[in-house]
């Protein structure tokens, strides 16, 4: 059957303090709430004891941000999901956010290996007066490693209910085309994606500006010729990449964070301190 866990977050405002209450069955966690940078925004780190995900493993996370809180909610390493025999390993966030709550959803990288089935699902539903920064890193093998990714199957969608569907669908064996053609992924095998998006229409003063940012920081970054902002909607902006490997498109995304977080929230940037350890 493998690992089934399941981790319940809940967000809310006590006063000037964001408060996480939590509940968790099977291999996920969550470690201690840390507030580094103000008593209103609450970090957390999540937490898979197993270090990997494999065939049959149902791992599932339900989110939700009370009005007016703030949660920033990241992982420690990357999240790994390992060769699977027949049955797939599948994940997945539905995370919902209410009105003047805002997420940063900031998980390490996905590494697939060889072999592996994978389902990942993340869903984000955000009340009028909700904003929320969110970033993806899917990466296929490792290919520093001579390690690729020449077998297996990834189903991956990211979704905003009557807003936004975006579908990564990769298979190893039948889909060299799309991985390896200038008009798919041409050969790299991280794909990056970004996002700022709200419950309601952004005025286009502040979609432009977080555009302008996003464009500006990517126009000097060595990834530039591999990378493009857009705004689907008035209520998303998107900055999507393409890469070798993790760690460009990794201080790429983060640039960005750093300036959309200043721009949109006047929040200065505050690193969890898991990402320099």
Sequence with gaps: MGWQGHLSLHYHRDGDRTVLTHA?????????????????????????PPGGVVGGDTLAIDLRVGADAHALVTTPGATRFYRSRDAAATQALDACVEPGARLEW????????AGALVDNRLRYSLAP???????????????????????GRIDQRIEMPGLWLERT????ATDRRLL??????????????????????????RVDALLDAARGVAGGHALAHRCGATSPDARLVVLRVLAPRAEP??????????????LAWGLAPCPPRVWRT
Excluded at 106 to 113: A, K, R
């Design 24 to 48: 968790h069955d099977g291999p996920l966690r969550v470690l201690k709430s840390l507030y580094p940078e103000a008593p209103s925004v609450c970090h957390n780190v999540l937490v898979h």
């Design 106 to 113: 900031l998980p390490m990288e996905t590494i697939c290996h």
């Design 129 to 151: 007066g909700a904003e929320m920064i969110g970033w993806d890193l899917l990466a296929l093998g490792l290919p520093a490693s001579d390690a690729p990714f020449d077998a």
């Design 169 to 172: 669908l990769v298979d190893a």
């Design 180 to 205: 390896d053609s200038p008009l798919g992924w041409g050969g790299d095998r991280l794909l990056a994606t970004l996002w700022f998006a709200a419950g309601a229409p952004l005025a286009r003063e």
């Design 249 to 262: 498109a990794w201080t790429l995304l983060t640039a960005v964070w750093r300036a959309w977080r200043q």
